[in-house]
């Protein structure tokens, strides 16, 4: 007989070393490729010219953006007759967030169900809720890259008409939902049951995050505006490099935070979309950081508030009495 405590954990840690391992090609990879053109990035770099207007747009738009995210989760949880304060559903999905930073996709998830227990939702429910938001994300997500990106995919009218009608179809179909349950419980190592919704908490879910990407285009173009100076092309061009690289980072499941992965697809895209290859792969490393950035403070200061407030509590709690 085999000794099954043993072999468990030694499973579990070769396939975190696996990703380590494959993250650490890509990110090798990709780190090669600006190395090799760093020439190219540098005099992109020396000949931008800041727009710190457009820069602090480019952030406002991301803000927001995470905030359509946010309620979509909440009108998740209200199809499932939880009505969770904002501020709350806030605080709970930035910091649980942080956890696309460590190998795999399962830690934001986690911590998003732990903390969501203080407000009367069970774990399974915050998270198939979280989980249930991210698929409807990605799956739009993808539709969006497709159409925006249509031009530079030259892919054919019909087929972007027949997969923006498939997106919504399924989407907007309650009975997709086990199926997706099923997807999602393979991606995430772990049985994942997703209730019945009405449709149209599915299709305003499926609506909120169509925008979210669309602002996510718009804040692209800012930031672009903001490093270079100018953003050439069509609008619909960022929309989809943006959303593609994004989406391929996410899908690499052995890469913290899609790290690596994004940066090399979006170089790819921008050249694709008529960047020169210094430039592109400046946009590609400075939205990272910029991004990171952007996904780490609001957290932060939910934390310090959060301190605070104990804090607060604890002198009152120990004050004398008059």
Known sequence: MHDTSVT???????????????AAVVIVLVARKIVQQWGAVKLA????????????????????????????????????QHDLPFMDAARIWTISNLGKYLPGKVW?????????????????????ASVLVTLVNTLVGFAVAFVAGASLLRLPAALVIAIAVIAVAVIASPSALPRLGVLAGKLFKREIVLRPLAHRVL????????????????????FTVGVLG???????????????????????IFSPAGVGAREGAMGFALQRAGFAIGPAYLLAVASRLWLTALEVIPP?????????????IHEEEHSPTR
């Open 45 to 80: 770099l020396d000949q931008a010219r800041p727009n710190w207007l457009a820069l602090a747009a480019s952030g406002i738009v991301v803000l927001a953006t995470y905030a359509v995210l946010i309620e979509t989760w909440r009108v998740i949880l209200r199809g499932w």
């Open 300 to 312: 932060l200061i939910f934390l310090a508030f959060v301190r605070r407030r104990r804090l607060s």
């Open 108 to 128: 934001s998830i986690t911590a998003l169900a732990v903390m969501s227990r203080e407000y009367g939702v069970s774990a399974a429910e915050g998270a198939t």
């Open 203 to 222: 299709l305003l879910a499926g609506a909120l995050t169509a925008v979210a990407w669309l602002m996510y285009g718009v804040a692209f173009w800012l």
């Open 8 to 22: 468990a954990p030694s499973r579990r840690t070769l396939l975190r070393l696996v990703q380590v391992a494959l």
């Open 230 to 252: 100018s953003a050439p092309g069509a609008l619909r061009n960022y929309v989809a490099v943006f959303a593609g690289s994004y989406l391929l980072g996410f899908l690499a």
